[in-house]
């Protein structure tokens, strides 16, 4: 019995607040730099305007820059820097592999899709 009570102890620690934080922000930073990455994208082909663009990405940085400020971990603190420096460089490419990278940290907890 002692067993048992130390094992679901364990596996309530696996799922903890901590956890689903750095879950929920890895999640914000992912869905953040997928959008500006489209709206790099789209900039880049002529589909939306200048100012457009450029408020969205402002946007895009003002929510990444909210995460840096509250997040407890500094990976999730680095991945929201790295975020916004290729905003700022008008780098998809770099958003696009960071996405890339930000599914792998969310692991078998991830996507619902």
Do not use: F, W
């Not at 130390?6 to 930073?29: H, M």
């Amino acid at each position: 019995m002692r067993a048992i009570t130390l094992i679901l102890i364990a596996l309530l620690g696996l799922c903890g607040p901590g956890r689903a934080n750095d879950l929920s922000d890895i999640r914000a930073i992912r869905s953040t730099a997928a959008e500006a990455a489209e709206i790099l994208d789209l900039e880049n082909q002529q589909k939306v305007t200048a100012t457009y663009a450029t408020v969205m990405k402002n946007q895009a940085c003002s929510l990444l820059r909210n995460t840096v400020e509250s997040a407890g971990s500094q990976q999730i603190k680095h991945l929201a820097q790295r975020a916004i420096d290729a905003v700022k460089a008008n780098d998809s490419a770099a958003l696009k592999r960071l996405v890339q990278q930000l599914y792998q940290l969310e692991g078998p907890h991830g996507r619902a899709d």
